[in-house]
């Protein structure tokens, strides 16, 4: 909610409460999401270093925890920060990593749903990012 009305530090504050949550009960895949959605207000931010720190913790975190569709949005997000530094063809690479997954059969989690809820797909995402990259062109 917080991140929808743009008021970054309440955004930031629940984050950082849910990795700390998270964390201490052993959801790894929602400590990958906190991590990502912190790496995404870094970006927001123009901190792209931080954001970059972040969203690779993300990804680490979220291949322990075995939680794909979290390790997809994370790529993605990386994907924006390497726009952002103007790396379009790093960008572009994260981006079909992240469709080419996309399309692979896998079992699905049942938290999935939740995040899908909270951050949208990172297919539809990855898509609309080499839109945004084709259209730079």
């Given amino acids: 909610v917080a991140e929808r009305r743009q008021d970054r530090a309440s955004a930031v504050e629940a984050y950082g409460r849910a990795l700390e949550l998270a964390s201490r009960v052993g959801f790894g895949d929602h400590a990958a999401f906190a991590l990502a959605g912190l790496g995404t207000d870094a970006l927001v931010s123009g901190d792209l270093r931080e954001a970059e720190k972040l ?68 297919a539809t995402a990855a898509l609309h990012g080499l839109e945004e990259i084709a259209a730079l062109a």
């Fill in 55 to 122: 969203q690779r913790q993300a990804l680490s975190a979220a291949e322990a925890a075995e939680a794909p569709l979290v390790a997809a949005h994370a790529h993605v997000q990386l994907a924006r920060i390497a726009v952002a530094a103007e790396d379009v063809d790093r960008a572009e690479r994260l981006y079909r990593q992240v469709i080419d997954w996309s399309q692979q059969e896998r079992p699905h989690q049942a938290r999935e749903s939740l995040f899908l809820a909270l951050a949208g797909s990172p």
